[in-house]
């Protein structure tokens, strides 16, 4: 079976980096190159944080290159509560030895996409500014993307604000202008993502697979228990693995349940800016999207250890 | 006991009709006025259908008029595919005692109700917000005598008319927004709660059925329904109504491990009788529970009409609202056998 060429865009951040590992772990996947945007931190952190992934995981030769520093409509509003002050706080890097590809990131972008025999598949784990831009800038490249994954969104609710979640909050009108494209976009949002939890039991059995890739995520994840050591070894704790939930919907049929329905976004609304409106009735217009309802999250930790055994 | 003095502000309205029988059978409520508005279907049937229900289950207490649309929004549509084209799904009822719309508006004669209950007055709103909103801004001091505003109406997850948006609140967002901010306590009763207590037609022919004063009412209403839900037509139309629950516990504690956040258990097939659900509570405050929320209406963009709960706090604000959970069944049966004993006796 031939691979599916994957496009990787995020905002590196302690959970795109598992969703970096999964995918770059993955025999089903094909990781052509990765775009980073501005988001949980400051374009130059992620930046940064995605090198450093690459180098940590020796895979040096993923390109990587630097896109939009702010949303489209919206000055950047960085997440450093959530992933601290380099967007990546926890493990200890050695100094940066690689650079980003010196190249405008659209058209770094279009070259894969039509490089590509097959169609390719964008996973957008950030606010998906890049991902918008280059839908604009490339209409006559719009059937050659099988499929946009992102994280982002909720059916209901919401965490950056009542009904709003980050990634989309951040960056609405991108998110609009991508979910509008006519390219079948899959939404891993919140019904999911939320439950992508660990407990420090399962952060042990990951560090033990040994590798530097179990390190790496056993490192991350230990910020987030560090941050609750009143917590025992059963109870998950507050470090959701978002991001990597797009990979696991990719790589396996039965970790993410979706449905289908008519996703947009809402732009303008008052209390509602951000919201990703899911219809799975259908009554405002045709079915363009399948939206996480939720998630196995054994089989997701799963993924997630075997992605750790296979990258040494 | 002292009875709860209430004002029934409706749009019926087949659910509306419900609630005032319910109201009307209960020796706890003192139902001090029926206020119409525009809603389900246009005023002029509103208005109509409430002196009809008035006249045919002889009740005597006031009815007002109200307002005939929406603060802001232009007529968009009915509920007609529910509620039959007159309201009532063409039920022919006898106005016995004649009753008709008394020469007042319902701003002032719930104003006038509140003042002379001395600030004891639960004004119980299943339509628009319309009347109410209009009353706030008319009598500013409105929330020195008004012990607290039921409302019938809004979702915090699938709505039934746009996706997050309930009818009620879709038809007259600018008043819901008005009325949450009101100072005025709330118990905010929406679809996720009233979806709870839906009945397949048998269940409630079980419970209303028979011989009954009302009778032919329960006739006419169950083989409407019946029909509805067994013409393809009408069930298409129907079926925009449907909508899914989610648990609470998932929607609000989502640190849970391998959560059952129920999203796709439909309702098919079940009927939901929201405005007497919604009445219920008065009668038996177990039928659902309630949680202190900061609760705000978007009036614009794409979910106009959502009711915004911030259960997780984002927006800072105090509580506003006591809103409903999912409503007991077994209980609302009860409520409803017990108000049959009234119209059997």
Same mark, same amino acid.
């Given at each position: 079976?031939?691979?599916?060429?994957?496009?990787?865009?995020?905002?590196?951040? =302690?959970?795109?980096? *598992?969703?970096?590992? *999964?995918?770059?772990?993955?025999?089903? !996947?094909?990781?052509?190159? *990765?775009?980073?945007?501005?988001?949980?931190?400051?374009?130059?952190?992620?930046?940064?944080?995605?090198?450093?992934? !690459?180098?940590?995981?020796? !895979?040096? =030769?993923?390109?990587?290159?630097?896109?939009?520093? =702010?949303?489209?409509?919206?000055?950047l509003q960085i997440a450093d509560s959530v992933h601290g002050k380099s967007g990546l706080d926890g493990p200890n890097f050695p100094p940066l030895h690689t650079k980003p590809v010196e190249k405008n990131f659209v058209d770094f972008m279009a070259d894969i996409v039509r490089e590509s025999e097959q169609k390719v598949t964008i996973v957008c784990m950030g606010p998906q500014t890049n991902v918008a831009i280059f839908l604009l800038a490339n209409p006559d490249l719009k059937d050659r993307i099988e499929r946009i994954v992102f994280m982002g969104g909720a059916a209901y609710g919401g965490n950056w604000s009542p009904a709003a979640e980050f990634n989309i909050w951040e960056d609405a009108e991108a998110a609009k202008i991508v979910c509008d494209s006519g390219i079948p976009v899959v939404m891993c949002g919140l019904e999911a993502t939320n439950y992508a939890r660990v407990n420090r039991r399962e952060i042990g059995e990951i560090r033990a697979i040994g590798t530097r890739a179990s390190t790496l995520v056993a490192d991350l994840l230990q910020f987030f228990a560090d941050k609750r050591p009143d917590a025992d070894d059963e109870q998950k704790l507050e470090a959701p693995m978002h991001d990597a939930v797009t990979i696991a919907s990719?790589?396996?049929?039965?970790?993410?349940?979706?449905?289908?329905? =008519? !996703?947009?976004?809402?732009?303008?609304?008052?209390?509602?800016?951000?919201?990703?409106?899911?219809?799975?009735?259908?009554?405002?217009?045709?079915?363009?999207?399948?939206?996480?309802?939720?998630?196995?999250?054994?089989?997701?930790?799963?993924?997630?250890?075997d992605a750790c055994r296979r990258l040494k | 006991m002292k009875k709860i003095p209430i004002v029934i502000d409706c749009d019926p309205?087949?659910?509306? /009709?419900?609630?005032?029988?319910? /109201?009307?059978? %209960?020796?706890?409520?003192?139902?001090?006025?029926? $206020?119409?508005?525009?809603?389900?279907?246009?005023?002029?049937?509103? %208005?109509? @259908?409430?002196?009809?229900?008035?006249?045919?289950?002889?009740?005597? $207490?006031?009815?007002?008029?109200?307002?005939?649309? &929406?603060?802001?929004?232009?007529?968009?549509?009915d509920a007609a595919y529910v509620h039959g084209d007159d309201g009532m799904c063409g039920m022919k009822l006898p106005n016995s005692t004649g009753r008709t719309l008394e020469d007042k508006y319902a701003w002032d004669v719930i104003y006038e109700e509140a003042v002379k209950c001395g600030g004891e007055l639960v004004i119980c709103a299943v339509g628009p917000l319309t009347n109410i909103a209009i009353t706030i801004m008319k009598h500013p001091d409105l929330r020195d005598y008004v012990k607290r505003i039921l409302i019938m109406g809004g979702s915090f997850t699938q709505g039934n008319v746009t996706p997050y948006a309930e009818y009620?609140?879709?038809?007259?967002?600018? &008043? $819901?927004?008005?009325v949450l901010h009101s100072g005025i306590?709330?118990?905010?009763?929406?679809?996720d709660c009233t979806t709870g207590a839906g009945l397949t037609m048998d269940e409630l022919e079980e419970c209303v059925g028979g011989e009954?004063?009302?009778?032919?009412?329960?006739? +006419?209403?169950?083989?409407?329904?019946?029909n509805l839900t067994s013409d393809p037509a009408r069930r298409d139309a129907g079926e925009r109504s449907i909508? +899914?629950?989610?648990?609470? &516990?998932?929607?609000? @504690?989502?640190v849970r491990p391998n959560s059952t956040l129920n999203i796709g258990r439909n309702i098919v097939g079940r009927h939901v009788i929201h405005d007497?659900?919604?009445?219920?509570?008065?009668?038996?405050? %177990?039928?659902?529970?309630?949680?202190p929320e900061y609760v705000a209406c978007e009036t614009r963009g794409l979910n106009a009409g959502q009711t915004v709960v911030d259960f997780r706090g984002h927006l800072k604000q105090q509580p506003n609202c006591d809103v409903a959970m999912a409503a007991d069944l077994e209980r609302f049966k009860a409520v409803l056998k017990k108000m049959m004993e009234f119209y059997r006796a």
């Open positions: 079976m031939s691979r599916i060429p994957v496009l990787l865009d995020g905002d590196p951040g =302690h959970d795109d980096v *598992m969703a970096m590992v *999964m995918a770059l772990a993955s025999d089903k !996947l094909d990781v052509k190159g *990765m775009t980073v945007v501005a988001g949980n931190s400051t374009l130059a952190n992620t930046s940064t944080n995605a090198l450093r992934t !690459l180098e940590w995981l020796g !895979l040096e =030769h993923i390109p990587v290159c630097t896109g939009a520093d =702010h949303p489209i409509m919206r000055p990719i790589i396996s049929d039965d970790c993410v349940e979706l449905r289908d329905a =008519h !996703l947009t976004i809402e732009t303008d609304g008052s209390y509602t800016q951000g919201c990703t409106v899911c219809d799975f009735r259908g009554i405002t217009g045709d079915f363009n999207a399948k939206v996480s309802v939720n998630l196995d999250c054994d089989r997701f930790i799963e993924l997630m250890k | 309205g087949t659910d509306d /009709a419900v609630a005032l029988m319910l /109201a009307n059978s %209960s020796d706890l409520l003192d139902l001090r006025a029926i $206020c119409p508005v525009a809603g389900n279907v246009a005023y002029r049937n509103t %208005s109509r @259908n409430a002196c009809t229900i008035a006249g045919y289950l002889g009740m005597d $207490c006031r009815i007002s008029k109200g307002a005939d649309r &929406a603060m802001l929004k232009a007529f968009e549509g009620n609140i879709w038809y007259d967002p600018h &008043a $819901c927004e008005l306590p709330i118990t905010l009763c929406g679809l009954s004063r009302v009778k032919d009412f329960w006739d +006419q209403y169950i083989s409407f329904y019946r909508r +899914q629950v989610v648990t609470t &516990a998932g929607l609000i @504690n989502p007497a659900i919604t009445l219920a509570y008065l009668l038996d405050s %177990s039928l659902f529970e309630v949680r």
